[in-house]
Every structure is written in C-alpha cells, then in structure tokens.
C-alpha cells in the first residue's frame, strides 16, 4: 500500500488510494482524506469513499467535529459512539446521523510544521476502533504526508513554471513593435488565463478619471460603467492610493457601485483583485481580476498580477516614449533606435527584478529539496527519474532568470582586477571540446596585456557565449580566432560609435569564417529573444546576455558582418592599472563538505529556512535558527557558547542582514558572516553587502554550493 501510495506524483490518485487504503486497514465503512484549503485555517474534504452523500462543498473548521478537534489540538480524535459524545457541537450531529456513522476515528496528515490534512474512518455498525486502528491510520497518515508533500511540490514547481512561461511570453510581445491596445489586450488574455478567471480590464488614467481601456472575456459587461473618478467603486480607490487591493464578496461590497454589484451577481463573481499600473507615483491606470466561487486570491496571485501590471506600464511608457521620440524624429533619428532598445532592456529589466527573488527562493527550496531528496534513495528507486526532472526542470528556469537578469543589467557582479589573456588561456582547452574537431580554434593574446575590472564568470560566460555563436555559424567547419590585445581610442574613432568614449582599453575580439549576417539581422542581435536557429534549439537570450554584462561591465560591443565572409564580435574593456588575480581553477566537491561548527541562520522564507536547516544539521553544524534580525538577537541572547558563523538573507522585514551583522559584531566579534539573496545588484547595493571582501552568495544554489561556501569562509584566515 506505501508503494501505491508513494509510486504516484499525482495528487488525487494519492488521495484515492489513501482513503482506500484506510478503509481496508481499519475495516471501516467509509473513509475521509481531507486538505488544507488554501489561504484558509480550514479544510475541505477531497477524497470520500464509502459516503452515501457528496461532500464537495464541506468544510472543516478548528474546535468544531471530531475533524476540527484534531485539527485544534494536532491529536488523533476516536469515539465509540459520535452521536453522544459530548465533544461533538450539534451542527455536525445532523450530517453524521443523516451518513449512519456511529464509531469514528480522525489522525492529523502533518507536514511543515503544521496539520496539512485529516484522515478519518468511520463505521456504521457498533464495532469500535482499537488502539491497533489507531497506530495503524496514523502511520498510514504519515506516509501519506510525504506523498503529498512530493505532489505539492511537483505540482508548485509546474504552477510556477507556467508563471514563468507566460510573463517570459508577455515579455516576448513586449520586445515586438505592436499597437499598445493589441499589447494590453493580450496583457489582460494571459493574466485571465493565468489566473484562472474569465474577467480581466485594464482601465487608464484620463485626468481624474479612470476609463475604460481593454478586456478579456466577459468584463465589459461586468465594468458596466466607462469613467469612473478617483476614489470611485474599487478601482478608482486602488488608483487613489496606487496600493494593491482585494475584495472576498464583490457582489455586497458596499464600496462597489450599484451597477457593478448586481453585474457582478448576474456574473457569479464574487473575488477582486485589482494593481496599479504605476510609474514612480504617478498611477496610469488599473489592472482588475475577478474570479467566480470561493477559491480567495491568494499572495502569489497578487504578484502575478502585479507583474502583467508591470508589463502593461511597461508597454504604456514605451508607447509615449516611442510617440515623443515620433514627434523629434528629424533631430533625433541617429538615437531613435538606440532609445527604442534601451526602453526594451528596461522592460525585460523590470520584469526580471520583480520575479528573481521570489523565483530564486522558490527554485532554492526546489532543487535543494529534491537534491536531498535524491540522495537518500536507491539507485533503482523509481522516483528517482521523477526526482531528477524536477531537479533539470528548475535547474532550466534558475537559467532562465539569470539570463533575463544579465541581459537586463541588474545581475549580482563580484568583480576582479583580470587578465584577460589568462581568461582566454583557462578556457581554451573547454572551447576546443565545445566546437568540436571540424573547426579550428586560434587565440592570439596581445603583448604586455593591460588589465582590466570584470567578474571573472561572467567574463568566461561572454567568451564561451560568443565562441558557440561563432561555431553555430559554421555547420560545415571553419575558424574562430579569439583575440585580445591593449587600444587607444581618441575622441575621433569614439565619436564613431555611439555611447564608445575615448580612453585605454583591453579589446577582446572572438571572429568566425562562418555565413555572416546581413543588416537585418545585425540590427536585433542584442534583443532578447532573438535567434537565427530553428525552434527548439536556445533560448534567443545568448547574445542579449553577452550585450548585458558588457555593459553592465562599463564596456562597449560592436559587431562587423557580411553575408558569406564571417562576423567579428569586438569588446572594449576599459584597463586599470591595478594587478590582476590569478584565475582560480577549483572543481566542486563529489561529497558535500562538513564541519562541526555552529552556525546562526537567519532567513523569512520558511521553506528556505527549513531546506538549510536540513542541509548544515546533515553536515554535522549545529544551527540555530531565526526568522529575521530581531528574533535573532534573541537567538544570540540566549546562547551562551560560540557562534562561528552568521548566514543571513539580505533584504528581510524589520532589519536587513546587514544592519543584523552590525549590530552582532560588537556582541560576537569573532563570529564570520556570510550573505545570501535571490535579489537583483540594484536591490542588494541599497543594503550595502557588495563591497570587496563581503562573503556573499546568490540564489538559487544546490546544497553542495551552500556547504562549499560555508567552508569557504570558515577557513578563510
């Protein structure tokens, strides 16, 4: 039966064949498997076989039934005879008198710190449950928290990814040159899907009126009013106060107009959820969602939609931009592109910003899950092929983001005094497997090579990128020649550029035989996107993320192409006089390292917490741990013996990590502290923890990375 039950990752045939299975180990009449309904206290029944009646719409609450003791007081609830026990409130008597039940036996399904689901068995007969039924259910009940801890996550992680998927596809219309009305309207169509609701409006600021913009589904004929002011029914206080709002009984709010009320009735609507399009405090306009049933808009739901609020700002700026920059065309038409392009990156910027955090925590918990997941089963255990593609799918959208956050600028940069010559020389031999034996690779590193200030990853990640560039373009051989060497550039070869300003510069140039590229082509090769390759084959964001960190570097990249006679990439990096590290070559652990030190870990999200927990105890750490700095304090207080290390998230409510590190410092000097954040570079500089020397690591990571890093700066002198 645990294999039945463990075998499957979906949710409803776990709890089919745990009801099943509880009824055949108790001898029961009827069985119950109920859940936790989310955003609630409460639970709702899901599986009930054996019942004489539908239970679709019950709903268990805490104190009230055998169900709702258990789920107060997180103890199995058993009783001879329902009907007289005087535990039982009279308003659950009816419902079990009407089903026949007489002895009834209720165990918590419990999972992250808190009763997740319930699991009962009932008789119709006199027969009383025994103390064996009761270790039996409950040991049933905790295997089949683990099945639906595995489905949860399984079913979070696609939920997510379809997240993913569709602002990656909102952005991708925003990369196209389109009508702003087609824009906004596909804006509301993949926030109504996405959201599970058939009433998506976008209304926009006309002077201190809201008017009626663009809309999916039926909400025309549920925003039945075309202007509203300020401060009117529930949109116009949400652009009154440029503050998110939701609203549970649209159809009796009395801040909502008559006319929207009774159409909303008609409608069976009764959740709303409405953000503001905002640019700094300026309102545009309002994105506003309505949902029918009693599913409540939840926290994750809001960020979504203030995501697609995000896009159509986004596309509302680029409209009166691109009409300003319309208007001053005769004057400014050597910079129109570049201001169209840059409008782009900041839109692609945005979105990437909003989502990295939440995304990076929530792909933490994912792949550090499914990694210690991983771990502790059998090379022959059948999920380990589920387990694994969970791991490659998140590992795929970490990518995702990433990219969307170096094309965007706003990645974590640890920059380094380089040589780029020793750069180019540590990748050579990976470059040589990368394109294969039918091209050639010829590096020419230049004479007395300047030095110059970069993060050295992301530099390599700028070579390889253009180098497998370079190689796509010769499906039937060629060169590449990878070049670097010291220029001067005067105020006459700069001014041939724009945005290249005069100076010393390393310049690193990566040049192919391939087929070339014509004009066209040239004109977009930086946007995101944007590939030459057949469907399926990358992701268009190689060259944007190469654009990205060069520039994010205070570099400069042009690019010289003809049809038929090859590309050359050029890099200017300007040179600095200070010396350069050496380029540290240290491969990964194969076991994850451990230590027996203490550790103090500070982190809001739960379900990250919990994940490092799990990895530093399995390493042999003692850990303490804390919710945010506060708390930590206290932590720190109460602990009299050594503290070697502080591992803090950077950016929490109350007081940041930095401002936490502050004030331990006088109190434990000698402790260590190391950062983390799934944060944007603009985000995490506002906190202060991007300076030399600062320990500091991004999220996503795996749990290898984690306790590297931890050794790392345990160790460090």
């Known amino acids: 039966l645990v294999t039945d039950i463990t075998a499957s990752l979906d949710l409803d045939v776990i709890l089919r064949r745990v009801g099943e299975g509880a009824m055949e180990l108790c001898r029961s009449d009827m069985a119950i498997v109920a859940l936790r309904e989310p955003g609630s206290d409460g639970m709702i029944f899901r599986h009930w076989p054996g019942a004489r009646r539908d239970y679709a719409e019950f709903r268990v609450v805490p104190g009230k039934g055998g169900g709702g003791i258990v789920l107060e007081t997180r103890q199995p609830f058993r009783t001879d005879c329902y009907l007289e026990d005087p535990r039982i409130v009279q308003e659950y008597r009816d419902v079990v008198e009407a089903e026949g039940v007489v002895a009834y036996m209720a165990v918590p399904i419990e999972g992250e710190g808190r009763v997740e689901g319930l699991l009962y068995v009932c008789n119709r007969s006199p027969r009383p449950f025994t103390d064996q039924d009761e270790a039996v259910l409950v040991r049933l009940a905790e295997h089949a928290a683990r099945a639906i801890g595995n489905a949860k996550l399984t079913d979070a992680l696609r939920t997510r990814q379809a997240h993913l998927e569709a602002l990656l596809e909102a952005s991708r219309e925003l990369s196209r040159i389109q009508p702003v009305e087609s824009l906004l309207g596909r804006i509301t169509e993949l926030c109504g899907r996405l959201l ?24 025309r004929g549920v925003m039945l009013m075309p202007r509203l002011k300020f401060g009117q029914s529930l949109s116009g206080i949400v652009a009154a106060s440029g503050e998110p709002l939701l609203a549970d009984d649209l159809g009796s709010d009395p801040r909502v107009e008559p006319a929207h009320r009774e159409a909303a009735r008609r409608g069976g609507y009764s959740r709303w959820l409405g953000v503001p399009l905002k640019v700094g405090d300026r309102v545009l306009g ?23 609020a995000s896009h159509a700002t986004a596309a509302l700026e680029n409209a009166r931009l691109y009409r300003e920059a319309q208007e001053a065309y005769a004057s400014l038409a050597a910079t129109q592109a570049q201001l169209g392009q840059s409008q782009k990156m900041e839109a692609v910027g945005r979105l990437a910003g909003g989502i990295a955090h939440d995304f990076n925590n929530l792909l933490t918990v994912v792949l550090g899950r499914s990694e210690l997941a991983l771990a502790r089963l059998r090379d022959n255990d059948p999920l380990r092929r589920d387990l694994g593609l969970i791991q490659t799918t998140a590992q795929r959208a970490a990518n995702l983001v990433r990219q969307l956050l ?16 020793a750069v180019v020389a540590e990748l050579e031999g990976m470059l040589h497997r990368l394109i294969g034996e039918d091209i050639e690779l010829v590096t020419a590193v230049g004479a007395d090579l300047g030095r110059v200030k970069a993060d050295p990853s992301q530099i390599e990640q700028v070579i390889v990128n253009l180098v497998v560039n370079a190689r796509d373009a010769m499906p039937a051989g060629g060169r590449i020649t990878v070049e670097t060497a010291n220029v001067d550039l005067d105020a006459a070869v700069a001014a041939t550029h724009q945005g290249l300003r005069p100076g010393a510069y390393v310049r690193l140039a990566v040049q ?3 087929h070339g590229m014509d004009a066209k082509t040239r004109a977009h090769i930086f946007e995101p996107f944007f590939t030459t390759t057949e469907v399926g084959k990358g992701t268009g964001l190689g060259l944007a993320t190469v654009y990205g ?11 010289e192409s003809v049809p038929g006679q090859g590309t050359t990439f050029t890099i200017y990096l300007p040179r ?5 590290a050496p380029v540290p070559a240290s491969p990964a652990p194969a076991v994850l390292p451990r230590g027996t030190e ?8 739960p379900e990250l917490r919990a994940l490092a927990l799990d990895i530093l105890r399995g390493s042999g750490y003692t850990v303490l741990e804390a919710r945010q700095g506060n708390e930590a304090l206290l932590v720190l207080e109460r602990h009299a013996g050594p503290i070697h290390l502080l591992v803090t998230d950077v950016v929490m409510p109350q007081m940041g990590g930095r401002a936490l590190a502050e004030r331990l410092a006088s109190l434990r000097p000698e402790m260590q ?34 306790t590297s890093k931890i050794r790392e700066v345990l160790d460090a002198p």
Do not use: C
């Open 196 to 219: 599970d609701s058939n009433s998506v409006g976008i209304r926009l600021v006309e002077g201190d009126e809201l008017v009626m913009s663009e809309a999916w589904g039926d909400a």
């Open 286 to 308: 309002v994105l506003s969602v309505r949902r029918a049933g009693n599913r409540s808009f939840t926290d994750e739901d809001l960020a979504v939609a203030a995501a697609f």
């Open 406 to 421: 170096a094309f965007s600028r706003k990645q974590v940069l640890r920059p380094e005094v380089l040589d780029l010559g």
């Open 512 to 514: 192919d035989t391939g």
């Open 549 to 559: 960190i060069v520039k994010q570097s205070e570099g400069y990249i042009l690019v």
């Open 576 to 580: 600095v006089e200070e010396d350069a």
């Open 598 to 605: 203490t550790i103090l870990l500070v982190e809001d999200d």
């Open 673 to 706: 502290v190391l950062y983390m954040s799934g944060y944007s570079e603009a985000a995490i500089a506002q906190h202060g923890v991007l300076d030399p020397g600062t320990a500091f690591m991004a999220k996503p990571f795996t749990a290898g990375e984690l």
